[in-house]
Structure formats: structure tokens, C-alpha cells
């Protein structure tokens, strides 16, 4: 598959987090010439937060991984493969999720509960756990903490990804030096809600689960929760941050604790880079959207409107073919449903501004529009100005390839 053009010129400078080890395996469930499985496995047993998928279609796996955070957040290590999504699986779909549990459990002389699961791909189609389980041992064995099987796991838990997604990031808790890692996949069904596709960050920071947990859910909002490649949202979608508490800091009993400050900042910043990284790989994109929606009535207010306009196929259709239909934007905006004012509303587009008391500003220049629309980074700017509600997602074009890729996906 051709390669994303608005993929990044060279990999992403990764670095090592202390207390883990990491492996990569071949099951050729659905890719033949690549890896497909990652395991990521913990010295000791360590904190997880995770956020999951709100899909009421929810796989076995995002199932079992409730479970574990539900039983305490502490995980021994996270399996994942990629081709087969084991979701709308029912009682054989949980049974072949347990399966792989027990299985990378038992190899690591541990309780199955302490596992946590991913898999992504095709939905419908109970996973051929037989096809992985013989793997475990061996990629037990060969698991490394070298920062280059970080980039190999990048790989391993792609689909339709047509480039690997990973970021790191130095920060501090007090004067410590803390490292912070994470990689993601996704290209296509991105709508998420409560995760992206599939991500798993690590961070050799010491901080205890429900700490994990609620920073997490915060920085998510803004990251992996704000972005759209097509509205859909996946039956798969679980974002897992684990801390292995190799860092020697002062104890942190509260996410509001004033040492998290720096921690959550670096956070937020790798988890924002990999949901970009994300909307750049949708499939068939040719242009990253950055919408901000400000002077809302509120917050949940300017966000609606914002992915109102994200998901407009007729915006997306417009930016694809480099059409400067500011209509359709105004369209958006007053299907969202929310509070609007129409003779208020002020569009830019690349910082041009178009409307103004109600219609098309007198001394709007499409030209300049259209130059904009001709690069791969496109601005849409709105602004409600009825309140102090803001919001900023990100979402890409659509064009006839993202057809041509889910037209043959089961191919």
C-alpha cells in the first residue's frame, strides 16, 4: 500500500522505558510478509489506566481489559494482534480472548487477569487464537527493552495503516527525570469515543492506577478524543497507559498533585502527536483539517460544532478537491444543532476571513482561499461569538481512495 503523503519524511526518534520488554511475532492470521503480534511485557507487575471504546459492540478484548482495570489496574503485560478485530464474536470470541491471556500467563508464571488484550481487523470472524498462542513462548524469550523493538511494534499492530505511529517524549515529577513512550495505529473507522484505534503508551513514572486512570481520561479528551477520520467509531477502540514505577520520585497520591504538572503537559503532547499522526494515515487522505470552533455557548457546545464540521462529507469532499465552498462550512455549523446566531457567525478559512454579519464578507478574496486549499494543511477558523466555548479537532479530507480501501478491505 502507498505510503500516506502526508506522512512524516523519517521515523520518530524513540526512546527506552526502563522496566519493560518488548517482542513482535508472526501468526499470518491476515498479513502474510510482516509481523502481526506485539507483546509488551512488564518486569513486575505494573499500574494501568485505560480508556475504552463506547461502542455498545464492543470485542472480547476491550471485555476482558474492562475486567482488569475494574479488578485493581495492575497489569503483568499486553498482547496485541493485528487482522482479526474478534468483535460480534459472542461466548467463542471471549473464550478465544482467555485463551491467549492464559497462554502469555502462563509463560510468564502469572494470573491471566493480570493480561491485558487488543486486537484489531476485521470484525465478525472469531479470532484463530491457534495461530497465536504457539508464538508466546518464543516472543516471551526474545523480548527486549532495546528502543528499536519499539519501532517494530509500531509495525506489528498496523492495518490499514500505511505508516507506523510512535512518540516520545523527556519530562520531570519534581527533579526526576521521567521518559514517556507510546504507539498507536489507526487509518480508518476513526470517530473515537473514549479511545482511538488501538494505542499503548508507557512511562517508567511511579504512579498508582486511579492516578493513571483519571490522567489519562483527561489528556484523552483532547488528544485521541478529538479527532475524525470517517464518524465511525470501532468496536476495538482501547487506549492503555501503563507506569512501571522504575522512577524514583516523590510519591504521587492525586492526578491535581502540582508535581504531575510537567507529566501531564509531555503526555498530552505525545498522545496529540500520534492522534495527528493518525488523521494523516486516514485512509485516502491527502490533507490534514485542524478546525477550531471558539465563542460558543460552552465548551460541549463549540466541540459538537467542530466535529459537525469534521464530519460533514461535503466539507471534506469540498477540501479534497481543493474547492473553496465555504457554504458547506455554514451548513455544518447550523445542523450541529447548538446554539447559533447566524448573523454572528465569522468564518476564516487559512486565516482569511470570509463572513461577517450574516452573509459573505464584502471584501472577501476567494483567491487566497484557494491558494490555501491547494497545501496539505488546512485551517478552518469559527468563531459562534455568543459565548466563551471552545474547541479544536482534527480531521483529514475524503477522497475516492478511502472507497477503493473499504471497498476491498476483506479482500
Not at 445542523?335 to 447559533?340: A, D, L, N, R
Request: glycine residues 8%; hydrophobic residues 45%; contains cysteine.
Amino acid at each position: 500500500m502507498q505510503k500516506s503523503p502526508l506522512a512524516p519524511s523519517s521515523p520518530a526518534v524513540l526512546m527506552a522505558v526502563p522496566g519493560l520488554r518488548l517482542a513482535t511475532g508472526h501468526s499470518g492470521i491476515k498479513y502474510k510478509n510482516r509481523d502481526d503480534l506485539m507483546l509488551m511485557c512488564f518486569d513486575k507487575p505494573v499500574a494501568v489506566g485505560a480508556v475504552m471504546t463506547r461502542s455498545r459492540t464492543a470485542s472480547a478484548p476491550v471485555d476482558w481489559c474492562r475486567a482488569v482495570v475494574h479488578q485493581g489496574g495492575m497489569a503483568s503485560a499486553i498482547l496485541c494482534n493485528a487482522g482479526n478485530a474478534n468483535a460480534f464474536t459472542g461466548a467463542a470470541g471471549y473464550d478465544a480472548a482467555r485463551r491467549c491471556a492464559e497462554a502469555v500467563a502462563t509463560v510468564m508464571g502469572t494470573d491471566p487477569q493480570s493480561i491485558m488484550l487488543a486486537s484489531t481487523g476485521v470484525i465478525g470472524e472469531v479470532l484463530p487464537d491457534d495461530r497465536i498462542t504457539p508464538h508466546i513462548a518464543a516472543m516471551f524469550a526474545a523480548a527486549s527493552p532495546d528502543v528499536s523493538n519499539w519501532h517494530a511494534a509500531a509495525e506489528a499492530i498496523r492495518t490499514t495503516d500505511t505508516f507506523a505511529k510512535a512518540v516520545s517524549r523527556k519530562t520531570h515529577i519534581g527533579d526526576t527525570e521521567i521518559t514517556i513512550t507510546g504507539i498507536a495505529k489507526g487509518s480508518g473507522m476513526i470517530a473515537p469515543d473514549m479511545a482511538t484505534m488501538l494505542g499503548f503508551l508507557a512511562t517508567d513514572a511511579n504512579l498508582p492506577p486511579a492516578v493513571l486512570q483519571e490522567v489519562l481520561a483527561q489528556v484523552n479528551e483532547e488528544s485521541f478524543n478529538a479527532i475524525t477520520v470517517d464518524g465511525d467509531t470501532s468496536t476495538s477502540d482501547t487506549v492503555i497507559l501503563a507506569a512501571t514505577g522504575v522512577a524514583d520520585h516523590v510519591a504521587i497520591t492525586s492526578a491535581d498533585d502540582a508535581h504531575l504538572s510537567g507529566f501531564i503537559h509531555a503526555l498530552g503532547e505525545v498522545m496529540t502527536e500520534l492522534a495527528i499522526l493518525i488523521v494523516k494515515d486516514g485512509e485516502g487522505a491527502s490533507k490534514l483539517i485542524t478546525v477550531h470552533v471558539h465563542g460558543a455557548e460552552n465548551n460541549t457546545a463549540a466541540r459538537r460544532i467542530a466535529f459537525a464540521i469534521g464530519n460533514s462529507p461535503l466539507v471534506k469532499t469540498a477540501i479534497a478537491g481543493e474547492d473553496a465552498n465555504w457554504g458547506r462550512i455554514v451548513m455544518a455549523v447550523g445542523k450541529s444543532g447548538e446554539m447559533v446566531d447566524r448573523d454572528q457567525l465569522d468564518i476564516s478559512i487559512g486565516g482569511i476571513p470570509i463572513t461577517s454579519n450574516g452573509m459573505c464578507r464584502p471584501d472577501y478574496d476567494e483567491t487566497k482561499v484557494t491558494a490555501h486549499m491547494k497545501g496539505d494543511n488546512i485551517a478552518i477558523n469559527v468563531n459562534i461569538n455568543i459565548g466563551s466555548g471552545m474547541a479544536t479537532i482534527w480531521t483529514c479530507d475524503l477522497t475516492q481512495q478511502y472507497i477503493i480501501i473499504n471497498a476491498d478491505y476483506r479482500s
